[in-house]
């Protein structure tokens, strides 16, 4: 086995080892991981150093059969990085790569139950945004959203651009926030028709003529771009916002007095725990699109020098795709 690990000072090493699957886990041969440059840039500057292995989305290969859970030999899965487990005697959900070892790497074991077959119509390119998907099912759960009701969303990352094909299909309206004018162009393509820059737009002034004067119903901030507080400005009063995406570790800016006087009311939801299924059923169905994202690829081997790269220049790639021989 051979994994990328990242170090107290930021240094990239490639560590060898054995590897065998403990009891209720199967081993599998990773094949392609999908970073952000925005993962990659927070996790150098993450002070908890217990995770040294990013990536939380992964295609692999199954590389020991497992007929008592109908997994042959070979084949193609997703893997979900959702992983539950107790903690202080109580069950919680941790994400690969962000609260634990992750899947840069050529081989890992996980749980039997995070691993999910691929229909043959799902391309590697789109099912290694199954966990994006699944998260953004988990916001809107979150979210007491009708039909028809406008949701504006900050941030045009992988996440921004899920939920924006999410809440189209949900019969919700979006409004998507960003100041890189090529990812809201990329929205654009998928028919999100309100994007705003605020390098050009004056927000409230542009969310008011959408609405009506009413401002949107809910908010989704993607911790990516713009600042918390655009969400909470573009929202009427007693609306709920939700904070959404893997732990980005750095401080944003609230105001408070926002919050207080609109009584608004704010969550987080930082994984897709049981949305995996829901998720795969919705890229076979070509429900969400991806074409675009991917905006980087990169052999196993480039891994430090994107890494220090993407640490530089946060924004310069939306999504790297790493191919694993």
Same mark, same amino acid.
């Given at each position: ?196 820059? @605020?390098?050009?737009? +004056? #927000? ?6 959408? $609405?009506? !004067?009413?401002?949107? =119903?809910? &908010?989704? /901030? ?54 995996? @299924?829901?998720?795969? +059923? #919705? ?6 699109? $991806?074409? !675009?994202?991917?905006? =980087?690829? &990169?052999? /196993? ?25």
């Amino acid at each position: 086995m051979k994994a990328w690990h990242i170090g107290n000072l930021n240094e990239i090493t490639l560590e060898e080892g054995t590897l065998a699957p403990r009891e209720g886990e199967i081993k599998v041969k990773v094949a392609k991981v999908a970073l952000s440059s925005t993962d990659m840039s927070c996790f150098a500057d993450r002070d908890n150093t217990a995770v040294e292995v990013p990536g939380h989305a992964a295609i692999a290969y199954v590389s020991d059969e497992n007929e008592e859970h109908g997994f042959m030999l070979g084949s193609r899965v997703v893997i979900n990085p959702f992983v539950k487990t107790q903690e202080h005697g109580e069950a919680v959900v941790k994400t690969m790569g962000v609260d634990m070892n992750g899947l840069m790497q050529d081989f890992v074991c996980v749980p039997i139950e995070n691993v999910f077959p691929l229909p043959d119509g799902i391309a590697d390119d789109e099912a290694v945004f199954a966990e994006h998907i699944a998260m953004g099912n988990k916001v809107f759960s979150a979210l007491p959203c009708e039909e028809g009701d406008y949701v504006v969303i900050v941030g045009a990352g992988t996440l921004g651009l899920v939920l924006c094909q999410l809440a189209t299909y949900y019969q919700m309206v979006p409004i998507l926030v960003d100041l890189d004018a090529d990812k809201l162009e990329l929205a654009k393509k998928w028919d999100v028709y309100y994007t705003l820059n @605020p390098t050009y737009d +004056n #927000l409230e002034r542009k969310v008011q003529e959408i $609405t009506g !004067g009413r401002m949107c =119903e809910s &908010a989704v /901030f993607t911790s990516e771009g713009v600042g918390l507080n655009a969400a909470l400005r573009l929202v009427k009063n007693g609306s709920e916002v939700v904070i959404a995406g893997h732990a980005a570790y750095e401080k944003h800016q609230v105001d408070m007095n926002i919050i207080l006087k609109k009584q608004l009311k704010v969550k987080g939801v930082c994984n897709g725990a049981g949305e995996m @299924p829901s998720a795969i +059923n #919705l890229l076979a169905n070509s429900i969400v699109h $991806t074409d !675009g994202i991917i905006t =980087e690829r &990169a052999d /196993f081997d480039k891994m430090p020098s994107i890494f220090e790269e993407c640490v530089k220049y946060p924004y310069k790639y939306n999504t790297v795709l790493f191919m694993i021989d």
